[in-house]
């Protein structure tokens, strides 16, 4: 099963995670992620959500696997993460003892490569991703600036050069041009953001 349309990806310590989620989840129980604080990553619209099933061992086993590229400041550690969709269903990757492998690679280099971080996170487990309930806190690192932000940014100006690109104001490498521009921007934001907030701490 393919996850459409990802909006937001969040991350949290998988220690945090109370002991009774996985077990709610296996029971088909909702789990409510109200008490969780999740750090936002800023992310381009490449993200993708596979979940599959299969029995193992006279025993159901999930996996699942999350790509997308990060421009956010993102070191892989124990973590389970939050994927939310642009309808609103919200999914938990891992939980306190099932811990998502994270794996990275730098996109960065050459003229021709896309910018930010290729990420992807995969788990295999009784219950790998479940849909959770319940408004959780979305943070950036530093608490200053969410990823929301960033976003309405990037949505502006790639709007206005779709638009212009449609209308045949410009052409298609300089609307390509654009999209590389919006990423670089961004990503200067949100760098320009965690230094601001480390500075005032």
Sequence with gaps: MRIPGIRNIGYCPASSVPDDYEIQGMAGLPVNIAGLTFTALYVLDDGQLVISNSNENNGSNQKATLTFTCLSEFKPGRYVFLV?????????????????????????????????????????????????????????????????????????????????????????????????????????LAKKAIKTAKAAM
């Design 84 to 188: 939310q969709t642009i309808a609103g269903a919200k999914w938990l990757i891992g939980g306190k003892t099932a811990v998502p492998s994270v794996s990275t690679q730098d996109t960065t280099a050459g003229a021709n490569a896309a910018n930010g971080l290729k990420v992807t996170i995969e788990l295999s487990a009784p219950i790998a991703a479940q849909r959770v309930i319940g408004q959780e806190s979305i943070y950036t690192a530093e608490g200053y600036v969410t990823f929301e932000d960033w976003r309405q940014i990037a949505d502006s100006i790639y709007a206005s050069a779709s638009h212009r690109h449609l209308s045949s104001e410009i052409d298609d490498e300089e609307f390509n041009t654009t999209q590389d521009q919006v990423n670089i921007e961004n990503n200067n």
